[in-house]
Every structure is written in structure tokens, then in C-alpha cells.
């Protein structure tokens, strides 16, 4: 590879971004780094780490040998992603801005941000790959080879014109390999834990952020027979399948006899935003939990455009193992702006607000935010 192509890294802070920018200049690219500022409200607060962080990627950039840029999108990230993020929660879904950030940010003001500084392409520490395919002349998305880190469900809005320009060297890696690798160059995050969380949250109580930016009224929480047996502080605080902080543990199922469903824990089936009444259901896999299918809609093809309706794999949330589905066009008679999934196998807590990813075997085709679970007949 000509050392005069020109890359740009976004340089994070962490061990994946820093063997990222270490694996091109081996490749005998000219590697420039740039940290991203996205958030500035927490300069001062403990729970914010963007201040240790460029600390870390210009040591990182220091060890590599290639220049660093400290750049702010803040301005960019609170009007794209978290006002959408919060305009989300308020109405009681459960949005992702992780990959609102990637479509808006890393691949948007990032990419736009690095052109200009005359790079060809730029690059991430994200475990996916990009490869073109010879028959279609399309960039597809891929898995990372790493199947525990992989992170194509958070890369999956990216298009066309964004595949093409984008580099994920760890991507062909797994992570044991990164931290081995980052260990033997002497980089001094080679041990650095992973982030968690949201970025602009870090490690702070979730409920207590919130509680800033969106306003809550109390409401009953109810189980199933309709009974009132308890109290929930906001209905924007809860999301689907959520079985922590729901303040009623010690209280049975209406029926249950002495020691009958008295350690069933008790799980968020679903919200009525018009009532404002949160139900609750006792055991992991009772009926409301449960969904045969589910509306997407504000569809996005790495293709640019829809797969044809048929049988996919899909991921309704980050973690979850790819559940086999059949795709249908939405109710407008065209796959995209939205779409419908079935799935033969009922998936658990589909929540709206979320995206849902479709996959053909490793390329990850795109997806969708769920607007409906299609709940199991009973």
C-alpha cells in the first residue's frame, strides 16, 4: 500500500482504536489521529472520562508515532443524537444512541471532518469488516471474526458512501489478540478497561442522568389481574424486560399460594403511556414477555437498498444470539421505510425504541427501529 494514502483514526482512548492506528502504519499508511470531544456538559463530574481519555490517545499517538487533533463535535452530537435520544425516552421507548452516534457522528462529522483534511479513508477500533463484492460491486458489512466483541449491530445504519471510505483493522481480530498485541508494542492502555455504557452516561447512576432532562410523573404499576401493587416514579425510567428497581419484590402473584411464585421475580411487560400505568408480569417467561414478530420502521440498507422479503437472521438487541425470521414489506406495500419480521421461535422483551439488525449469514444487511412487538397469541 502507498505510504501517501492517507487514513484517519479516531483515536478514543481505548486498546482497540490504539491497535487500529498502530495495525495501518505497519500497513504503510500515513496515519493521522483524532480524538473526538462528544460531550462537554461533565467537564468537572467524576463520571465524566473524556479528559483521561485524550490523555491515553495522545499517549497512544505518542508511541505509534503519528500526529493527534483534539476535535469537538458536541455542538453536532447534542442537536443529532441526544436530543433525538431524549425526545425518545420521553415518549417512553428505549432508544440506542450508540448507533445514532456512529451514523451521525463517527460516520458523518468524523468522516466529513477527516476528508477535509485530505484523508482517503478513515478508521475505527470497531470489531466489523467492510469487503466489496466482486459480483455486486457493493461494499458489505461484516461481522468482526471476534463473534463476543462483534459490533455490526451498532454499524448497521452506515451506507454506501460511508462503507466505502471506512477501515476496521481489529476487525480480523480477536480481542485476546488486540491486548497481546498492544502489550508487546509497550502501549501504555495495552491494559485499559473497556468502556461501557453510553458515552455521554459513562459509569453514573442511569436513572439520576435522566432525571435532569426529562420530566416524570408517578404512576401505579400493575400486574395482570389489573391489581395496584406499587408505584413507579416516571414511566420514561423503565424499559421492557427490566427486573431491577421496580420496588416490589417481596409482593406475590394475585392467587399464589404460600410458598408458590414467592421468589418469582417480578419484569416490566409493558408500558401505557396514555394511563401511564406500568405492567408488570411475575417469571421470566410469561406470555407478555413474549413476541411471535415485530414492526420496524426509519429503515437503513448498507445496500442502499431493501432485501428481498424472505428468510434472514436477526438481533433485536446487542447481545442477543441471531434469531432465524422471515422479512415482509411493511404495511405500505415496500420493504423500506419499514418492515415486519416473524419469527418461528418467540423472542423475549422486544422493546420499541430499539433497533432490529437483519443478517444473512456474517453480512449484516441493515435494520430498522422497532416501532411494535407482535405479541404471542394466547
Aim: negative net charge.
Amino acid at each position: 500500500m502507498s505510504s501517501k494514502t492517507r487514513v484517519v483514526v479516531g483515536l478514543s482512548g481505548g486498546v482497540d482504536s490504539a491497535v487500529s492506528a498502530y495495525l495501518l502504519k505497519q500497513q504503510g499508511y500515513e496515519v493521522v489521529g483524532i480524538f473526538m470531544k462528544n460531550w462537554e456538559d461533565d467537564d468537572d463530574s467524576e463520571y465524566c472520562s473524556s479528559n483521561i481519555d485524550f490523555v491515553d490517545a495522545a499517549a497512544v499517538a505518542d508511541v505509534v508515532g503519528i500526529e493527534i487533533e483534539h476535535v469537538n463535535f458536541a455542538a453536532d452530537y447534542k442537536d443529532r443524537v441526544f436530543s433525538e435520544f431524549v425526545r425518545e425516552y420521553q415518549a417512553g421507548r428505549t432508544p440506542n444512541p450508540d448507533i445514532l452516534c456512529n451514523a451521525e457522528i463517527k460516520f458523518k462529522s468524523f468522516l466529513d471532518h477527516a476528508m477535509r483534511l485530505g484523508a482517503e479513508k478513515i478508521a475505527t477500533g470497531h470489531y466489523a469488516r467492510v469487503r466489496l463484492n466482486a459480483h455486486t460491486g457493493r461494499h458489505e458489512l461484516l461481522k468482526g471474526l471476534d463473534p463476543s466483541k462483534d459490533q455490526s449491530y451498532f454499524l448497521h445504519r452506515l451506507n454506501q458512501a460511508q462503507l466505502s471510505k471506512t477501515l476496521f483493522p481489529v476487525g480480523e481480530l480477536h480481542k485476546t489478540e488486540v491486548r497481546r498485541i498492544a502489550e508487546e508494542i509497550g502501549l501504555p492502555n495495552a491494559k485499559k478497561k473497556d468502556s461501557t455504557g453510553i458515552c455521554f452516561i459513562g459509569e453514573r447512576p442511569f436513572r439520576e442522568f435522566l432525571n435532569r432532562y426529562i420530566s416524570k410523573e408517578p404512576g401505579p404499576i400493575k400486574d395482570p389481574t389489573g391489581r395496584t401493587i406499587g408505584k413507579h416514579v416516571g414511566l420514561s425510567f423503565y424499559t421492557l424486560g427490566q427486573r431491577q428497581g421496580l420496588g416490589i419484590g417481596g409482593i406475590k402473584a394475585k392467587g399464589a399460594q404460600k410458598g408458590e411464585g414467592d421468589h418469582q421475580p417480578w419484569f416490566v411487560a409493558r408500558k401505557d403511556i396514555e394511563k401511564n400505568t406500568l405492567w408488570v408480569v411475575q417469571g421470566h417467561d410469561h406470555p407478555w414477555l413474549l413476541s411471535q414478530g415485530l414492526l420496524a420502521l426509519d429503515a437503513s440498507w448498507c445496500a442502499g437498498v431493501a432485501p428481498t422479503p424472505g428468510t434472514y437472521a436477526a438481533k433485536t438487541r446487542y447481545r442477543q444470539a441471531d434469531a432465524p425470521c422471515t422479512l415482509s414489506p411493511g404495511a405500505d406495500g415496500q420493504t423500506a421505510p419499514g418492515f415486519d419480521l416473524h419469527f418461528p421461535e418467540p423472542q423475549w422483551a422486544v422493546t420499541p425504541g430499539q433497533s432490529a439488525v437483519l443478517y444473512d449469514g456474517e453480512v449484516c444487511l441493515g435494520g430498522g427501529v422497532i416501532d411494535a412487538a407482535i405479541p404471542v397469541a394466547t
